[in-house]
DNA sequence: CTGAATGCAAAGCCTTTGCATACGG
DNA sequence: CCGTATGCAAAGGCTTTGCATTCAG
């Protein structure tokens, strides 16, 4: 894998995250440093970064993939209403899956989790 | 909500299916008994439905909306090499969410849980 | 009757891909 | 040098939407 000058501005930017940026708010950023980025390209490295591990790709209820900085899977909650997706702090465990049946003759590799709900703002909002 | 001939045979046939289909399956399977129906009308009614609680929309990590006849959030399990999605029997619990810290302010309304890795026939094929 | 639901087709959104060119190691 | 990565633009997959028409209640 190569150490292209933008694959080394997209980490950075997404590093600076602390909300769970999609591809086009990555692509906007990076492009005020490298005007010429195309959106492919940002597509082509946020992917391999998550092949890597690098980075984690969020696939949850949204139409939209968003990434996280962080490549340990873990749990986030996702606002119904502005979209918003937090990390839950503090590695909330999970049963352990290994001896359970239904896991019987699969190969488990991770998880996903996620709570859905409205945020502290949107929740007020609602009322 | 009217009950329209279509609304009730997506509704059955949904109902027939243990995996999780995506709206193109279901549209091909009612297709047979109704031949005119169009897409559109099997994702607005899929659409309806998950929103009245009749149904559950999955919008996992998968590019594709699936749809579970089972109206109670649960666990999945889906397979990285073929796409399958099962269900996860025996409600898994969770640790309860209300007293938690980083919940403040927010109102949660549920959760999303998926396991991936490799069903038995496509671990097998991997070794 | 009347508004909710449908069929049709076009548009939308996000993402991927083919190809010639550029550049990192 | 060589092959990976890029930029560009077009295509792709799934989903949504506008509009005239139909049909359930």
Not at 46 to 72: A, V, W, Y
Not at 76 to 95: A, Q, V
């Amino acid at each position: 894998m190569r150490n292209t000058q933008q694959r080394r501005i997209i980490l950075k930017k997404l590093k600076k995250h602390k909300d769970h940026p999609g591809a086009d708010v990555i692509y906007s950023e990076v492009r005020k440093e490298l005007p010429n980025i195309s959106l492919g390209t940002v597509y082509r490295n946020l992917e391999m970064l998550s092949e890597k591990g690098t980075i984690l790709k969020l696939e949850f209820g949204s139409n939209q993939k968003r990434f996280d900085p962080c490549p340990e899977a873990h749990p986030h909650f996702r606002c119904l209403s502005c979209g918003r997706i937090e990390d839950i702090p503090g590695g909330m465990e999970l049963p352990p899956v290994e001896e359970k049946t239904w896991s019987k003759g699969k190969k488990i590799t991770g998880y996903n989790l996620e709570f859905t709900g409205y945020c502290k703002k949107c929740s007020k909002n609602l009322k």
